[in-house]
């Protein structure tokens, strides 16, 4: 049986990645250097991978803004993008179906709890979650994905063991930090990850509009055996 699912946000629930990687791209494309969807997909899923000052001088072999500068730059055009954003496809039918079975959800992301709540507010789907599990720093004792420590987190506020539930990832990170924290894990890329290396998911689906509930059924329990396995 399915106890809860648990969900990644940025790029999953809503594709706020390719906006964050079109915004660095126009603040590079400005200072005479091309991002590539290469360069960026080493900081999905995670925090503190790349340091944007440091890859705008490896590119333009100069010395340019610091990642803080940069950021002052980046920020605004991201904010303009974030206006157009919507749930992706599938997510809310996966949900309806989670609770038409009483089947709780959570949230369990690298990003801050200052970003990840206000959006759920804007989106309309606050109170589609149970737990919101965000990486707000080390203080918590954990680094951010590929790290456990946000799953865990989630699964041990709902009060349920990881063999319950199912975790939703879009990249290679993600889907790293789900396996660690011993959850079975549905991926499902993105246009910023469909390219990259997923195998270690134990399904990929194109859209969440492809699963059925038999599907995380079939999932819960052999990750229930796995994790009973010696």
Not at 85 to 98: F, K, N, Y
Not at 147 to 160: F, I, K, T
């Amino acid at each position: 049986m399915v106890g809860a699912l648990i969900f990644d946000f940025d790029g999953l629930i809503v594709d706020t990645e390719w906006t964050l990687f079109t915004a660095w791209r126009s603040v590079f494309a400005d200072h005479g250097a091309e991002l590539t969807v290469d360069d960026f997909s080493v900081a999905i899923g995670t925090r503190g991978a790349v340091d944007w000052g440091d890859l705008l001088a490896r590119k333009t072999g100069r010395a340019g803004p610091n990642e803080d500068e940069l950021r002052t730059l980046k920020d605004p055009l991201e904010s303009a993008m974030r206006q157009e954003l919507t749930v992706l496809p599938g997510v809310i039918a996966l949900l309806d179906a989670a609770a038409e079975r009483g089947v709780v959800c959570a949230i369990a992301s690298s990003s801050g709890r200052d970003w990840v709540e206000p959006l759920l507010g804007e989106l309309g789907i606050s109170d589609r979650f149970a737990v919101v599990s965000t990486w707000d720093g080390h203080h918590l004792g954990y680094g951010p994905k590929p790290e456990p420590g946000v799953y865990r987190a989630a699964y041990e506020q709902l009060g349920l063991a990881p063999r319950d539930c199912v975790a939703f990832e879009d990249s290679p990170h993600g889907v790293s930090a789900a396996k660690a924290a011993e959850l079975a894990c549905i991926c499902v890329p993105n246009r910023l990850t469909v390219g990259l290396d997923l195998a270690h998911a134990d399904k990929i689906v194109a859209s969440m509009l492809e699963l059925t509930w038999s599907d995380l059924e079939r999932l819960a329990p052999r990750q229930a055996t796995s994790s009973l396995d010696p």
